[in-house]
């Protein structure tokens, strides 16, 4: 043996060895014959780590904690699968590459477009995962790579839309209009559990609204930190006994609220407390869950009067158009003014941000799709928060340690509907289809080609605002670059046929785009923009002046618009074409290159608007998509279908982690050997996020529990207690700690001293220690090594010796230990027999007759201490398997540690 072990040279060529070996695969352990085909199954799933960047001491006391249970479990023969994975954890890639966009590049995603930003953001995610896959197989993780999975790859594809289906159909998911959380800055909503609440100063209010018609002040007296939500506010809760404002009950108020009128009912709600505050609570329907729910009960109207970028709208000149905290300000000053406010105090308020983008979280009512969590469902007619409460108290779900069972009872009680769409790009689209015409939904729509239908690249007459009609005008130099960066999103498209109008304008377009993706463009004057007649080549300022009346009348479908076409003879002409080549190019995708008028036209046809309307022109080189079904739509028999543009959360797709990836929604083996899972091993702190939705998602999905166990890992914080952070300068880097002391090392500083569900303080001296350990461990095996007696040894007289029953005694204090999931213990208890039994008192006490006795006395001393030695190894393993590994090679040549029985 060398007399160093070299960490970085032993453990990159011995996670190659396993690889190679694939002994991480549980069936080529069976074909080699190290596991029986009737073994008992243990099956885990790597909780996947998000492809924003790197693994951090967390993910490193994850990988030790789990390994150390495969391992185990492989060791004692059973049928072993450990299955790798990485989680696309949308808003959080999303919003890193955005920010990484704008810092090198000055422009946001809208200025990419959806396609090349989506781009930008795989690369990112492909070159994170790759970054992911080194440093995971660097902390010697035994996961089987041939069965890796992504939260985002095809085959999780598949059961994410088979899940919505499937919900869906059970009632349980539905579209719907209710209040959420809005990130203001990443302009999208969150679920509850992605809300980081920061403790700031605020002031709290007590006040009356106003003066009612009489002159007299409103009756009753209410508090807030958010004056400026008080606009929307349409009653006022009191608890049904609170003796001091039952008067009032019932009653109706009109009010001047700081120059707005409102109207305000008092209504009798069990929810208030009576003894908190003034005792009546302003319900502003629009923008608190709470509230909402209050006026659900009472079916109380709702206002918004705050906008998606936490601007006021209503209308009162005071404070429209402004950010929610300056009209805060206005409204405290005109209620003090007006003497309306009886208290002021200075309070500490918890301000809900989003997790991700550090945005301020308006609560605002929108259309989202939600998860019902309160409606019955299905042959047991449970809810699924009563299914996710007896997955743990009767369906044999085991959380450890257990008060945290607590904490998840806790959170179900509190669980509101699930809203599951996100206004993002990157994620799995909500897998719904509606209708083009008339907005009828279809999930899981059979689109069978598509069709974009794009406007021409700017012109000079386009940036003057002159109308162009039939002239024949050139793209200028910003259209020829607007069309070549839609070239490059169309690029991808599979587009087989390219259609243009024959104006000049639109053949350019359409070259360019053909060029790129090596189709010639078909012209057809059909596809024309409005004859203008006499407004041609007039600025838009001269039609206004020469042609008031017309202009007037510009968007009505039989205006001439001086004396040429009409909107009605523009869109006779376009559907025509339209028609005709969806008939003739039938299953093809095909791209459309017209003008803004034309699209106007043709959109208005397609999506069935009022006879007159016309939506909006599009942007220069902008396209639109259309997705051809191969089923009509059941409500008005039309097959032009445009998917929802929203997002499923994230948690939606890990939720079906532990059966997507054994296979599901496919009946195979896996899935019907591994599932449940035996184990579902991750932090305290993604309980809620996602333990609760995996227990959710399989009741309903699979018909019972996921896993058995959940095993709760504590935060790695540093020496002093602190959360780990850049701000702090406090990080420890697993994997400069695993170049630096070994895997093997910071493996087990995280184990040791680290129960389950508790926190542990973590330094660099505390892995340098453990560094000393396989120090110890090497030296331990060069001395025996180095007192191997020359020539044949006879048979081992070890077995009955006394050490043997030590170690043995070690051994099943050690078993019962991992079997408890007690594994800081079991580590401690190999330590010590390693460090201060074995070396420190029985090797010294055996070095007399290694070095003095007969020959026979040192053959039975070496045999001794080997045994001492390698059953020392095999209980170490599950801990530090590289070292274990190479010093069993030594004394073991042709044989591997990792399936030696244990």
């Given at each position: 043996?060398?007399?160093?072990?070299?960490?970085?040279?032993?453990?990159?060529?011995?996670?190659?060895?396993?690889?190679?070996?694939?002994?991480?695969?549980?069936?080529?352990?069976?074909?080699?014959?190290?596991?029986?085909?009737?073994?008992?199954?243990?099956?885990?799933?790597?909780?996947?780590?998000?492809?924003?960047?790197?693994?951090?001491?967390?993910?490193?006391?994850?990988?030790?904690?789990?390994?150390?249970?495969?391992?185990?479990?492989?060791?004692?023969?059973?049928?072993?699968?450990?299955?790798?994975?990485?989680?696309?954890?949308?808003?959080?890639?999303?919003?890193?590459?955005?920010?990484?966009?704008?810092?090198?590049?000055?422009?946001?995603?809208?200025?990419?477009?959806?396609?090349?930003?989506?781009?930008?953001?795989?690369?990112?995610?492909?070159?994170?995962?790759?970054?992911?896959?080194?440093?995971?197989?660097?902390?010697?993780?035994?996961?089987?790579?041939?069965?890796?999975?992504?939260?985002?790859?095809?085959?999780?594809?598949?059961?994410?839309?088979?899940?919505?289906?499937?919900?869906?159909?059970?009632?349980?998911?539905?579209?719907?209009?209710?209040?959420?959380?809005?990130?203001?800055?990443?302009?999208?909503?969150?679920?509850?559990?992605?809300?980081?609440?920061?403790?700031?100063?605020?002031?709290?209010?007590?006040?009356?609204?106003?003066?009612?018609?009489?002159?007299?002040?409103?009756?009753?007296?209410?508090?807030?930190?958010?004056?400026?939500?008080?606009?929307?506010?349409?009653?006022?809760?009191?608890?049904?006994?609170?003796?001091?404002?039952?008067?009032?009950?019932?009653?109706?108020?009109?009010?001047?609220?700081?120059?707005?009128?409102?109207?305000?009912?008092?209504?009798?709600?069990?929810?208030?407390?009576?003894?908190?505050?003034?005792?009546?609570?302003?319900?502003?329907?629009?923008?608190?869950?709470?509230?909402?729910?209050?006026?659900?009960?009472?079916?109380?109207?709702?206002?918004?009067?705050?906008?998606?970028?936490?601007?006021?709208?209503?209308?009162?000149?005071?404070?429209?158009?402004?950010?929610?905290?300056?009209?805060?300000a206005i409204a405290a000053d005109a209620l003090r003014a007006a003497g309306l406010i009886e208290k002021e105090e200075e309070i500490m308020q918890n301000v809900a941000t989003a997790e991700r983008t550090g945005g301020i979280i308006e609560p605002l009512p929108k259309l989202q799709w939600f998860i019902a969590v309160n409606k019955p469902f299905g042959e047991k007619q449970k809810t699924l928060k009563e299914l996710m409460k007896s997955g743990v108290t009767e369906g044999g779900i085991k959380i450890l340690p257990e008060r945290f069972e607590r904490v998840y009872f806790n959170w179900i009680d509190n669980l509101r509907d699930w809203c599951i769409s996100r206004q993002i790009w990157f994620g799995h689209q909500v897998p719904v289809w509606y209708c083009l015409h008339c907005q009828t939904p279809q999930i899981n729509a059979s689109i069978t080609n598509h069709w974009y239908v794009m406007r021409h690249g700017?012109?000079?007459?386009?940036?003057?605002?002159?109308?162009?009609?039939?002239?024949?005008?050139?793209?200028?130099?910003?259209?020829?670059?607007?069309?070549?960066?839609?070239?490059?999103?169309?690029?991808?498209?599979?587009?087989?046929?390219?259609?243009?109008?024959?104006?000049?304008?639109?053949?350019?377009?359409?070259?360019?785009?053909?060029?790129?993706?090596?189709?010639?463009?078909?012209?057809?004057?059909?596809?024309?923009?409005?004859?203008?007649?006499?407004?041609?080549?007039?600025?838009?300022?001269?039609?206004?002046?020469?042609?008031?009346?017309?202009?007037?009348?510009?968007?009505?479908?039989?205006?001439?618009?001086?004396?040429?076409?009409?909107?009605?003879?523009?869109?006779?002409?376009?559907?025509?074409?339209?028609?005709?080549?969806?008939?003739?190019?039938?299953?093809?995708?095909?791209?459309?290159?017209?003008?803004?008028?034309?699209?106007?036209?043709?959109?208005?046809?397609?999506?069935?608007?009022?006879?007159?309307?016309?939506?909006?022109?599009?942007?220069?080189?902008?396209?639109?998509?259309?997705?051809?079904?191969?089923?009509?739509?059941?409500?008005?028999?039309?097959?032009?279908?445009?998917?929802?543009?929203?997002?499923?959360?994230?948690?939606?797709?890990?939720?079906?982690?532990?059966?997507?990836?054994?296979?599901?929604?496919?009946?195979?083996?896996?899935?019907?050997?591994?599932?449940?899972?035996?184990?579902?091993?991750?932090?305290?702190?993604?309980?809620?996020?996602?333990?609760?939705?995996?227990?959710?998602?399989?009741?309903?999905?699979?018909?019972?529990?996921?896993?058995?166990?959940?095993?709760?890992?504590?935060?790695?914080?540093?020496?002093?207690?602190?959360?780990?952070?850049?701000?702090?300068?406090?990080?420890?880097?697993?994997?400069?700690?695993?170049?630096?002391?070994?895997?093997?090392?910071?493996?087990?500083?995280?184990?040791?001293?680290?129960?389950?569900?508790?926190?542990?303080?973590?330094?660099?001296?505390?892995?340098?220690?453990?560094?000393?350990?396989?120090?110890?461990?090497?030296?331990?095996?060069?001395?025996?090594?180095?007192?191997?007696?020359?020539?044949?040894?006879?048979?081992?007289?070890?077995?009955?010796?006394?050490?043997?029953?030590?170690?043995?005694?070690?051994?099943?204090?050690?078993?019962?230990?991992?079997?408890?999931?007690?594994?800081?213990?079991?580590?401690?208890?190999?330590?010590?027999?390693?460090?201060?039994?074995?070396?420190?008192?029985?090797?010294?006490?055996?070095?007399?007759?290694?070095?003095?006795?007969?020959?026979?006395?040192?053959?039975?001393?070496?045999?001794?201490?080997?045994?001492?030695?390698?059953?020392?190894?095999?209980?170490?393993?599950?801990?530090?398997?590289?070292?274990?590994?190479?010093?069993?090679?030594?004394?073991?040549?042709?044989?591997?540690?990792?399936?030696?029985?244990?």
């Open positions: 043996m060398e007399p160093r072990y070299d960490v970085n040279e032993v453990e990159a060529r011995i996670y190659k060895m396993w690889e190679d070996a694939g002994w991480f695969d549980p069936e080529k352990c069976i074909e080699k014959g190290v596991t029986a085909p009737d073994a008992e199954p243990f099956s885990i799933v790597l909780p996947p780590p998000n492809v924003t960047g790197t693994l951090h001491m967390g993910h490193a006391a994850m990988l030790a904690v789990e390994d150390i249970m495969v391992r185990f479990a492989r060791m004692n023969g059973k049928r072993t699968l450990w299955i790798p994975g990485t989680d696309h954890a949308a808003i959080a890639t999303q919003s890193k590459v955005e920010k990484d966009i704008v810092k090198a590049e000055g422009k946001n995603r809208h200025d990419l477009g959806r396609e090349e930003f989506l781009k930008r953001v795989r690369a990112f995610a492909q070159e994170s995962h790759d970054t992911i896959v080194r440093q995971v197989k660097r902390m010697g993780a035994s996961l089987d790579w041939s069965r890796e999975a992504y939260t985002l790859d095809d085959k999780r594809e598949v059961a994410v839309r088979t899940a919505f289906k499937t919900m869906y159909d059970l009632g349980l998911i539905y579209r719907g209009h209710r209040v959420v959380n809005w990130d203001v800055k990443g302009q999208t909503t969150i679920s509850d559990d992605e809300i980081v609440y920061e403790e700031r100063k605020t002031k709290l209010y007590t006040f009356r609204y106003g003066l009612l018609a009489d002159g007299s002040k409103f009756p009753i007296p209410i508090a807030t930190t958010r004056l400026e939500t008080k606009f929307g506010d349409t009653a006022v809760a009191v608890h049904p006994s609170d003796e001091r404002y039952k008067q009032y009950v019932g009653k109706t108020f009109d009010v001047d609220y700081c120059g707005t009128p409102i109207t305000v009912k008092v209504i009798a709600d069990e929810s208030v407390e009576k003894d908190f505050g003034t005792g009546a609570l302003g319900v502003t329907p629009a923008h608190s869950m709470i509230d909402w729910e209050i006026a659900q009960r009472h079916e109380l109207p709702f206002k918004t009067i705050i906008d998606e970028f936490g601007k006021m709208t209503v209308e009162n000149p005071l404070v429209h158009g402004k950010k929610t905290a300056e009209a805060r700017q012109t000079d007459w386009n940036k003057e605002e002159r109308y162009m009609g039939h002239r024949e005008i050139p793209i200028n130099e910003t259209g020829h670059a607007q069309v070549v960066t839609a070239a490059e999103k169309l690029s991808d498209k599979g587009i087989d046929v390219i259609i243009s109008s024959d104006l000049l304008r639109c053949k350019e377009t359409a070259e360019i785009v053909g060029k790129k993706i090596g189709i010639a463009p078909i012209f057809d004057e059909r596809l024309r923009e409005i004859d203008e007649g006499a407004w041609e080549g007039l600025l838009k300022s001269e039609v206004i002046e020469k042609y008031p009346d017309t202009w007037k009348t510009r968007t009505d479908l039989d205006n001439e618009r001086g004396g040429a076409e009409t909107w009605r003879d523009v869109s006779k002409r376009v559907h025509e074409a339209f028609n005709e080549y969806r008939q003739k190019y039938k299953g093809k995708n095909v791209l459309l290159v017209t003008h803004g008028g034309s699209i106007g036209t043709l959109e208005a046809g397609l999506r069935g608007f009022p006879e007159g309307k016309i939506p909006p022109g599009k942007d220069h080189a902008s396209f639109m998509e259309i997705e051809i079904a191969e089923d009509k739509c059941p409500q008005c028999g039309h097959d032009l279908y445009e998917q929802d543009p929203d997002t499923l959360d994230t948690w939606f797709s890990s939720g079906l982690w532990p059966f997507s990836t054994l296979g599901w929604p496919k009946k195979t083996k896996d899935l019907e050997t591994y599932f449940p899972n035996s184990v579902l091993e991750t932090g305290y702190d993604i309980i809620f996020f996602w333990v609760a939705r995996m227990i959710l998602m399989s009741e309903v999905l699979m018909g019972g529990i996921p896993f058995r166990r959940v095993y709760l890992h504590g935060l790695v914080r540093d020496d002093k207690g602190r959360k780990m952070s850049k701000s702090l300068g406090n990080i420890i880097d697993p994997l400069t700690m695993a170049d630096k002391y070994g895997a093997d090392a910071t493996r087990l500083s995280l184990i040791i001293g680290s129960s389950a569900g508790n926190d542990l303080k973590l330094s660099e001296d505390r892995i340098r220690g453990y560094r000393n350990f396989s120090t110890k461990l090497w030296n331990i095996a060069r001395f025996i090594q180095m007192n191997k007696p020359e020539g044949e040894l006879g048979a081992s007289t070890a077995d009955g010796h006394v050490y043997i029953k030590e170690l043995n005694d070690v051994k099943n204090a050690v078993t019962a230990h991992i079997e408890n999931f007690e594994f800081h213990l079991a580590g401690e208890k190999l330590y010590h027999y390693v460090w201060h039994r074995l070396a420190d008192e029985i090797i010294e006490q055996e070095k007399t007759v290694l070095r003095d006795g007969t020959p026979e006395e040192k053959a039975e001393r070496y045999a001794l201490l080997t045994s001492l030695l390698l059953g020392s190894l095999k209980m170490l393993h599950p801990f530090m398997p590289f070292i274990t590994e190479e010093i069993w090679q030594i004394f073991r040549p042709g044989t591997m540690l990792m399936v030696e029985r244990w």
